[in-house]
């Protein structure tokens, strides 16, 4: 059911998302806040069935990119095709409104976007380091998604997994300007944890 509830409202916000652009003028950088520090995310996969793993580095945006120089015919799973997304035991645990410094939500259809190139994405996404460490794993428009450490030395999870708390964030924080939820002009930024090894963080950025 959730997952039906995001899908209606990614279709009413990329219709607008035009619109968004033309009325607001956001002054933040990052939504990450205060005392959280930003490390390249590691990526582990394999391109087809039988490839040696690769390791890559970046938003999963620039893992497509990379894996695309080094052959030009990859693309990610067909657009078309709608893989389940894996279902968790526990209930995420949702905070909206970040604090951070001139924090800015993100535009719900920038999410959206994050959500579809989450869904086909194989392989995982790993962030190293310290309890403040975050990896920006996907990132579009004015939007962004970061993976957050709380298990040093390091966390990783399946990167289509983090769909799951897409949704949760969506469903929980996306803040209408006329009052009622799938407003076109939509905007969020919040955090999802249901596990001891790291939680999840939306917000604005600059992509």
Known sequence: ??????????IAAVTAAHIWKHHHTPQARTALPEGYYIKPMIWRGTVKEGDPEMTLHGTIEDVATQIRAIGPQFIWPSQDQHPAISKRAETTN??????????????????????????????????????????????????ALWLCNDSPPCTHTKCSDLVAYVDDIVNECQRSSVGHMYDQHAILRGQGSNTDDYHVIIGYDDC
Do not use: W
């Not at 970040?98 to 920038?110: F, I, K, Q």
């Not at 989450?118 to 920006?136: I, K, Q």
């Open 1 to 10: 059911m959730k997952c039906l509830l995001v899908f209606a409202a990614c």
């Open 94 to 143: 949702v905070t909206c409104d970040l604090d951070g410094v001139n924090a800015y939500g993100a535009p719900l259809s920038h999410v959206c976007q994050i959500r579809d190139n989450l869904v086909h994405a194989p392989g995982t996404c790993s962030v190293e380091g310290s309890s403040s460490m975050c990896s920006r794993i996907s990132c579009s428009g004015h939007a």
